[in-house]
Structure formats: C-alpha cells, structure tokens
C-alpha cells in the first residue's frame, strides 16, 4: 500500500476509538481505574520513545539538527500552549443567568455543557494535528507512519474515555455523545489530506514531524509522569516503571525492524 491508503487506514482505526467510552461505561469503576494504571504507564513510555527513537531523528534527518530543534521547542510550547487553555476554560468555566460562560475561581456549579462543546472544539483540532503527524510520518516510512499512529492510539485511548465521560455530564445523550466524540475524531482524515496533497514537501514534513516530536515530549513528561508519580505504593510504582520500560523497548524495536521502505 502506497503511504495515503496506510495513513487513511491508520486515522480511521484511530478515529474508531471514539467509541471505546461505550465499553468503558458499561464497567466498574475500579475496573476502568486499573485499566486506565497500566494503560498510561505504557502509553507513557511509547509516546516518549515515540519522539525520541522515531519523530525527532526522522526531523533531524530531513531538515537538520538546528531546524529540528527549533520545531521541537515550538511543538512544547504549543502543546503547553493548549493544554493550559483547556485546563482554563474547563477549571474556570461559570455559567451565569444568560447562559454565557463567566470566567472566575469561585466554586459554583461549572458551566459543563458550554465546556462539553468546547471541549468538543479543542479535540477536533487535536485530531487535526494528529492526523497531519500521522500522514506525515507514513510518507517518510512505513515504520515512521506505524510508529507515530501507535503513539497517537495510546494517547487517545485515555483521552477518549475521558471525552465521553465530559459529554455526559454535560447532558448529551449517550448515542449523541458517541456520534459527536466520532465526528470530531474524523478529523484526523482532514489532516491527512492536507497533508498528502497540500503540504507534502520533504521541508514541512520535517517541521512538522519535529513540531510533533516536542509536542509528544509535553504530552510524555508533563501531562503522564506527573499523574504516574501520584502512586503512592511501592509495588505499583515499580510496576509503572516496568511498563514505561517496556513500551520504550517495545518502540525501539519496531523503529528497528527493516520494513522495505
């Protein structure tokens, strides 16, 4: 398969899981909650082996060391760009009389349905992005393109649940939530697109794949170690670890496997 149809089948394999929130909501809560302990410490681990075994020496290659780097930094910064701004709108956000979002740090009850539509807004543009790393990756490899799509499944999957979860609580249907959450994660086809056909120059495609090296670093150390490092046991602290270690060999070694690119 040439590097369009590999990118195509990756974006609406991922985009599928979307709808992982209907399994999750159908289990126990101290099921999720131990599914959701292994899954972030893998997920941990392949995402930042993900930039530093794969996405950021394929931007290095391509555009050199000082390019790569300043994409790399701008891929940080951007990521921590969004995610503070999300944070604002969901921790911040009030709804007043008129039904408008009021910006404040009282305790009253949040705005949850506006933030539902924001936060509906926020991740289809993830899913953008995602979706132009991902195709950006394909057309430089087949292993790049496997890779980054991998890392991208083990971040989503979390965020999915945690998605569908908002909806809910903001009030949608469990039938509306779920069609929304897909529409939004199609977007990643859109991002494909632009990249195969618009912006598939072998100067953006470095930029780009460094820009989402940096952003997979944001996304590794400051949003998942954090939220490993709450662990309070001895024996499940060991057990992150293992599984961080594992998902980084587990990615080196794909990088590592010749696939006739």
Known sequence: MDGFTCSMAAVIS???????????????EETVHMLLFYLVSFACGAIFGAAYFDLIPESIELIGLEGAL?????????????????????GHGHLRGDGHVELDGS????GVKSFAYLNLVGDGVHNLIDGM??????????????????????????????????????GLEKSKA????????LTAVIGVVLVH????????????????????TY?????????????????KSWIQFLLFILALLFIWGLVSIPMGD
């Open 178 to 185: 779920l069609i929304f959450n897909f529409i939004t994660a």
């Open 14 to 28: 991922l985009s599928l899981l979307s709808l992982v929130g209907l399994f999750f909501i159908s289990l126990k």
């Open 219 to 235: 996304i590794s150390a400051a949003e998942l170690i954090p939220e490993l490092q709450r662990e309070r046991s001895l024996f």
């Open 133 to 170: 790393v991902v195709g950006a990756s394909f057309l430089v490899s087949v292993s790049a393109g496997l890779v980054a799509a991998l890392a991208v499944a083990f971040h989503e999957l979390p965020q999915e649940i945690g998605d569908f979860a908002v909806l809910l609580y903001g």
């Open 197 to 216: 056909f618009i912006f598939s120059s072998s100067h953006f495609l470095g930029l780009l794949i460094g820009f989402a090296g940096g952003g997979f």
């Open 107 to 110: 305790d009253e009850r949040l």
């Open 70 to 90: 300043i994409y790399i930094v701008l891929g940080f910064v951007f990521f921590y760009f969004l995610e503070r701004s999300l944070y604002w709108f969901h």
